[in-house]
């Protein structure tokens, strides 16, 4: 049982180009979502989805794409990388709802710098 | 849309401490929990508890939802217990979006 998986674990990227950073969990979890972690930010939410299919925004959507084509995988896209989304990405799931106290497990992160 | 808000923003303590981390929130609540975040980054739920008292262990959490906060107690801390706590709620109506709060930033001194 892997959990979630997250890769690359390192990127770094130049500004303008595109990349895709991968999460795949293997719990059958119907709730996957992508955060970002600043310095004294705490985490932001990007985008989140509640099935395959289904994708929705968070705080922090602009710059960003996901789609979830699969229940395992969801993978954000940075279309054309900017300096600002230098920061840690988490990625997580859970079986749904959240509020009736399922667990969320997050992946290592992902550290991105753009330059 | 709801605010999460924790205090201290820093606490540094000696082994064998207690302490005190708090969270208030701007908002009634779906959903509460308490996260751990250790110093090699790894994100560990610690408790779901939207209201209430749970124990597990050194730890403890309450949350009084009519007064809108929440506190997690560490006691006999360890070194072990370094890292980042966050908290984390879900405004009611079930929208299954998670809101954090900036953690506090725990230090345990040997």
């Known amino acids: 049982n892997a959990g979630v998986t997250q890769t690359p674990k390192f990127q770094v990227l130049k500004t303008g180009q595109s990349m895709t950073l991968q999460c795949a969990q293997d719990?059958?979890?119907?709730?996957m979502s992508w955060y970002r972690q600043d310095p004294g930010m705490g985490l932001r939410l990007i985008h989140y989805?509640?099935?395959?299919?289904?994708?929705d925004q968070g705080e922090v959507p602009n710059g960003y794409n996901v789609s979830r084509s699969t229940t395992e995988d969801f993978p954000l896209r940075l279309l054309s990388a900017a300096p600002s989304q230098t920061s840690v990405y988490f990625c997580a799931s859970s079986y749904l709802p959240l509020g009736a106290g399922n667990t969320i497990y997050f992946g290592e992160g992902s550290w991105l710098t753009v330059v | 849309g709801i605010q999460v808000e924790q205090s201290p923003p820093d606490l540094i303590l000696q082994e064998g401490a207690n302490s005190t981390l708090r969270c208030n929130f701007s908002?009634?609540?779906?959903?509460l929990q308490w996260f751990h975040q250790n110093p090699w980054g790894q994100l560990i739920n610690l408790f779901y508890i939207p209201s209430g008292t749970k124990q597990n262990g050194r730890l403890s959490a309450t949350t009084v939802a009519t007064e809108r906060y929440s506190l997690l107690y560490i006691s006999s801390s360890q070194t072990t217990d370094s890292g980042v706590y966050f908290c984390a709620v879900e405004g009611q109506g079930g929208s299954e979006k998670l809101v954090f709060g900036k953690g506090t930033k725990l230090t345990v001194n040997p």
């Open positions: 719990m059958n979890h119907e709730y």
């Open positions: 989805s509640v099935g395959a299919g289904i994708t």
């Open positions: 908002d009634s609540v779906n959903n």
